[in-house]
Structures are given as structure tokens and as C-alpha cells.
């Protein structure tokens, strides 16, 4: 079990101002939870704090700097994509929450990759072998990324050709049906979903397309960076999004939501915080006032009386808003989704974004090689 701290102990140990103490917090590099004596007072996980104040003793070398760049750190690559800035998402100049007031995901590929039309997504018929989602998903990229040329040296027009394709082949695999339609239409048919339900699906793609450089698009940046053919650099960031730190933080959230029907969501959310848990789906470290793509979500579905009252008690609990995952959570469950399908519209929308970096770091011609700061053993 963590030991955690009063407000006044984390000041004294990392000998800062208040005000810095919560930006640490709203970049997610210190746990916070309430004060189980007084709700209204909030504690601080001492081991995050200790690693911080180490930090902050060796003082800013250039290996500190780089070192604390690494998780929630400042902007480390030149990027023209997307970024987040004062609480608003922001594609190539667009606000993404507006943008998803109508646009497709097609529609958003061509703002992404600077683009003048949208982009068409051919998903082929799918393999009677493989059932839709994550296997399907990994599997069928990773034949193409076996058969893919290498990326250097190619033109953007040809790079985006192989993206739409791989993002196509991706679709069809997480469950599209072929056709010409948008592929919120075409998951929309598969999953028996009428046209409300389909606009909600449309409106969750163009919120997850790209979110600056999370860690999937990081991977993908690498790869990319190596010369790796398109449909590789889009397999690193799948195979990193499948991490329960990110894309696959919606089973944790389905969990919940399954725990708090079973025991109510106030008891729910205390057992995920009695075992030092963080609560899946609320909070995020770039918007400490709440996430703009889950409030946008959140006001085209219906939230049911469950969700509901966890929304309610987080927010009591812990002071946090829901952010995307709570609400591809409750759209899962408005619309009878399969249980993975928060997993399979971030997979797919955000494969958009992969692409876009991708392509953006081709062409700055640089490799991604950090070097390591050793701490093991010496040769005598």
C-alpha cells in the first residue's frame, strides 16, 4: 500500500509553492486522492513526490531535463498536427469538439493530413476466419505490415495512399462492413445501431482521432522514424494503445461500470479506491477542468441511471469529471455495443492520427534514438 501525504508534508518534502504542487498533479506526475478523514482536504502518494524531489536535487542537466520530458513533460518534437491547449483539443488550427458537430472521420483524415477532400477508407470483405476486434485488428496489420514497402524516401502522396488502405484494412477488421458509406455507417450496420445511435458513433471517431503525442503516437513516431513500412508504424502504436494505461483503460471502465451494478456505484468506487486503485475514466492530467471530447459525447447520448450515479460519486469522491473512456463507456451500454467497442473506435479513429504523424516525421528525416542514463554495473 502507497503511504500518502497531507498537503503540507508534500510542500515541505518537494519545497515548492502550492501552485506547483497541482500543476504536478494536473500532469499526472503526482497521485492525489481525498482525505479519508476529511474528504474536503486531498492527499499525495509520497513515492511520486520522492521521485520528484530527486529530480529536483540534481538540479537541471540536460539529462534531468530530458529524463523528466519523458511522462508529461514539456513539448518534446515539432508537430503542426493536433495539440491541447488551454482545455480545448486542437486539429491543424480546428477545435476538434466543434469539428465533430459534423465532420467523419474521413473528413477528419483530410484535416489531419492536410488534405483537400475526404479520404476514403475501402474496407475488403471480411475474413471469415478472423472475428472483428483486437485479434482481427492485430493480425490483418500485421500481414500488410510484412508485405509493406519501407516508407523512406516515398512521396506523401503515396504514403497517404497506403494509409487510407491500412486504415481500411483496420476498419474491416474491427468490425466495418464493406461499402462505400463513412465507416461510422458501415460499424454502425454491423452493430444493428439506427441513425442516432450511428451520429454518435460518427461524433466519438473525430474526438479520438489524434490527441498530440500520446504514447501510441509515440511508437508510431519511432517506427516511422526507422523507415518502417506505414502499415508497421500503425501496428506500434496498436500494439501500444492495447496497454490498460491507454486504449485498453476501457475494460477497467466496463469493469466498473459491472462492479457498480452489482454493489452500487458508491460502494463500487470505494473498493477501487481502498486498493489504491485509480479510478478508470476520470480526470486527465491536460485538462484538470474536465475533458472536452467526453462532455461533447456525453451530451449526444443518453446516460443511463447507472452511469448516472457514477458520474455523480466520482465527482464527489475524488473531485474528477469523466473523461473519453467514461463516455465511450456509457455509449457502449446506451447503444448494446459489443463490450469491446470502446477498444475498437479508439483503434480506428485514432490509426488516422498514427498515420498523420507518420507521415509528418518521414518528413523531417530524423530518427527517434533517446540514449539510456545507466545505473547498473561497471567493467573493472
Not at 503516437?217 to 494505461?245: D, E, I, N, W, Y
Request: glycine share 8%; charged share 20%.
Amino acid at each position: 500500500m502507497s503511504e500518502w501525504l497531507s498537503r503540507e508534508e508534500a510542500l515541505e518534502r518537494l519545497k515548492v509553492r502550492p501552485q506547483t504542487l497541482y500543476a504536478y498533479v494536473s500532469r499526472g506526475r503526482i497521485g492525489m486522492q481525498p482525505d479519508r478523514a476529511d474528504p474536503r482536504r486531498s492527499q499525495y502518494r509520497a513515492d511520486d513526490i520522492a521521485v520528484l524531489a530527486t529530480r529536483r536535487a540534481r538540479g537541471r542537466s540536460p539529462s534531468a531535463i530530458a529524463e523528466s520530458a519523458i511522462a508529461w513533460g514539456e513539448p518534446s518534437i515539432v508537430t503542426s498536427i493536433s495539440t491541447v491547449l488551454h482545455g480545448h483539443l486542437v486539429y491543424r488550427g480546428q477545435d476538434a469538439v466543434a469539428l465533430s458537430a459534423s465532420a467523419t472521420l474521413e473528413e477528419t483524415a483530410a484535416v489531419l493530413w492536410a488534405l483537400p477532400e475526404p479520404v476514403a477508407f475501402r474496407a475488403p470483405a471480411p475474413d471469415a476466419a478472423h472475428q472483428p476486434g483486437r485479434a482481427s485488428a492485430f493480425a490483418q496489420l500485421a500481414v500488410l505490415a510484412g508485405q509493406g514497402r519501407p516508407s523512406l524516401g516515398r512521396s506523401a502522396t503515396s504514403l497517404h495512399a497506403d494509409a487510407a488502405h491500412a486504415v481500411g484494412v483496420l476498419a474491416s477488421a474491427l468490425g466495418a462492413s464493406a461499402g462505400p458509406d463513412p465507416v461510422h455507417r458501415r460499424l454502425a450496420r454491423d452493430w444493428s445501431v439506427d441513425a442516432a445511435g450511428a451520429d454518435a458513433i460518427r461524433r466519438a471517431l473525430v474526438l479520438l482521432a489524434d490527441h498530440e503525442l500520446n504514447a501510441s503516437t509515440f511508437a508510431a513516431r519511432v517506427a516511422a522514424s526507422t523507415g518502417a513500412p506505414m502499415a508497421a508504424c500503425l501496428l506500434a502504436g496498436l500494439a501500444t494503445l492495447s496497454g490498460p494505461r491507454h486504449g485498453g483503460a476501457g475494460e477497467a471502465v466496463m469493469q466498473l461500470a459491472e462492479d457498480a451494478g452489482r454493489h452500487g456505484a458508491e460502494a463500487a468506487i470505494r473498493r477501487w479506491l481502498s486498493h489504491d486503485r485509480p479510478l478508470p475514466s476520470f480526470g486527465h492530467p491536460l485538462y484538470p477542468d474536465g475533458d472536452p471530447r467526453a462532455a461533447a459525447l456525453l451530451s449526444v447520448i443518453d446516460i443511463d441511471d447507472l452511469s448516472q450515479s457514477l458520474r455523480d460519486t466520482a465527482l464527489a469522491a475524488t473531485g474528477a469529471r469523466p473523461n473519453i473512456d467514461f463516455a465511450l463507456a456509457v455509449l457502449t451500454r446506451g447503444l448494446g455495443l459489443p463490450r469491446d467497442a470502446p477498444f475498437r473506435l479508439f483503434a480506428l479513429a485514432r490509426s488516422v492520427g498514427w498515420a498523420a504523424h507518420t507521415v509528418e516525421q518521414l518528413t523531417s528525416g530524423s530518427v527517434i534514438r533517446p540514449r539510456g542514463r545507466y545505473e547498473g554495473l561497471l567493467p573493472r
